[in-house]
Every structure is written in C-alpha cells, then in structure tokens.
C-alpha cells in the first residue's frame, strides 16, 4: 500500500514536497491533489517513468498523458510555437484548468507525443501541485489518479482504492477546489477546438478568442 502523507493545502510542508520530489527524480510514481482532481505524476522527460503511468492506469499507448508546467515562460521550450490565441488564453487562465494543445518540441519524448506530434499543457491554479512541479524542476506528466475508465478522484480515498497498491506516495490535500477535470483546447487545429469541456466552459473561452469548435 502506498505511504500516505497528510499535507496543508495551503501551505504545503516544505519537508513534504521535498520527500515528493526525491521520488520523481528516483524514477517514481506520486499522487498529489490539482484544483481539479488527483493526478498521478512522474517526470514527463522519462520514458520509463512515463511508461510505468500507462502500465498502472492501464491507459492504451495511443492516448497521451496531460503534462503540469510551473511557470509560465518555460512552455516556449518545450513547443514549436505559441499562437497569439495561445498566449491570450495563458494570461487569462493560467494557472487554471485549461489545458492547451500545442506541436511539441524536440525535448519531448515520443511516448509522451499524441497524435501529430502533440502535447497538452497547463499551469495548475493549486499549491501543492505548483510548488512540486517547480521544485523537481522538471515537467511532469499528469493524468487523473485512477484506472482508466473510472472516475477521475476528488478525494485521496478514492485514489487509495483504485491505486493504492500501485504508486509509491499518496499526498493527502484534502478533496480537491474544483472536483472536474481540466478543459482541453487543441490549439493546433485551422480553429481551437474543445476536445473535452471540463472546469472552464466554452463561452468563457470564447469571451476571449472569439468562436471555438
């Protein structure tokens, strides 16, 4: 069973993030709360370590992992460009649960790329999930804590019961702000399009860059 540790949502214990980090950079696997959901990270620059994600999720090969970012001027590195409708987005709902699609650079890892050589970003609007991400100084692949196909977790108990035996460390926040996952936007498309409609609406989006698909 995984080791669970109790940590403050809103200041998280530096001793903590520290032990969470230490695990990233061992190759491991983490549970930590997002304002959304759960999610069940691991670097995102480490092949093995992102192949043990779908391997405990149970997450077909062909059905990219999300990636958590820590700030927002190291995205330009990681892809091979960033729209006006892009950036526009960024400084409005950065950090928040809007996830953008972009064509991935070269430091990108294959196993992390979908389909045309894409990746979804986002800046996480959660403490906890923001300090661990700056401190491992590192991307990290992201996706809900749970066996694929069931409910994304809100709660640490819930990840206990589908992945409790599986990951190496559990941090406990507490039920999670916003409970739904993050809005997907494509941004590679002629016209950004919504792949899955999350937290943030689409008429929010719009207000901001006009008609989405």
């Not at 540790?5 to 930590?32: C, G, R």
């Not at 069940?40 to 092949?47: E, H, R, S, T």
């Not at 790329?113 to 894409?118: H, K």
């Not at 996480?124 to 991400?133: G, M, Q, S, T, Y």
Request: a negative charge; hydrophobic letters at 40%; glycine letters at 8%.
């Amino acid at each position: 069973m995984a080791r669970v540790l109790k940590v403050d949502s809103d200041h998280p214990e530096k001793e903590i993030i520290e032990e969470a980090v230490k695990l990233i950079k061992e190759e491991k696997l983490i549970v930590f709360p997002t304002e959304t959901v759960y999610g069940l990270g691991a670097d995102a620059l480490n092949k093995e370590a992102v192949k043990r994600i779908f391997e405990i999720k149970g997450r077909p090969l062909d059905k990219p992992l999300s990636i958590l970012i820590g700030k927002k001027e190291d995205l330009r590195q990681y892809v091979q460009k960033i729209p006006k409708s892009a950036q526009v987005l960024i400084e409005r709902f950065w950090p928040g649960p809007l996830t953008l699609i972009f064509k991935a650079s070269s430091l990108i890892p294959d196993i992390m790329m979908g389909e045309n050589s894409t990746i979804g970003i986002r800046m996480p609007d959660c403490r906890i999930a923001l300090e661990i991400v700056k401190a491992s100084g590192v991307l990290l692949a992201c996706p809900s804590a749970n066996l694929s196909g069931s409910p994304a977790p809100t709660k640490a108990e819930e990840v206990i019961k589908d992945l409790g035996e599986r990951i190496d460390l559990l941090l406990d926040g507490g039920e999670t702000r916003i409970g739904v996952e993050s809005t997907v936007l494509d941004l590679t498309a002629s016209s950004p399009t919504i792949l899955r409609e999350g937290a943030l609406k689409k008429e929010e989006i719009e207000e901001v860059v006009g008609k989405v698909l």
